[in-house]
């Protein structure tokens, strides 16, 4: 049910203007409903990325991420094997850090 949830956040989000109350509180919805190992890579891979496959810190939460558009596989320093979040990743990051009383740990 969660991954519905955050599938069609991320159609609206995909619909609606960009800083639009409807795109952000789409992109708030979108994260709140990701469970905390979504949450977990999500931030991993914006902050301490890109990450190498091996020590990504849940793959299932990863495929998640992989099925949004909120990671992408990448080359970093001349190897290829590594994860890195996605602009839409960031966007919805973003989004919810600009509204932190909706913000949900």
Known sequence: MRNEIVTKAIAVMDAAEYGSDAFDV???????????????????????????DGDICSKAARGDLFDWGL??????????????????????????EKKPALSVG
């Open 26 to 52: 789409a992109a708030w919805a979108a994260y709140t409903a990701m469970d905390g190992g979504q949450r977990e890579v999500l931030r991993q891979l914006l902050f301490k990325g890109p990450t190498w």
């Open 71 to 96: 990671a992408v596989r990448c080359c970093f320093k001349g190897e290829q094997g590594y994860t890195a979040a996605s602009y839409r990743a960031f966007t919805i990051y973003h989004a919810v």
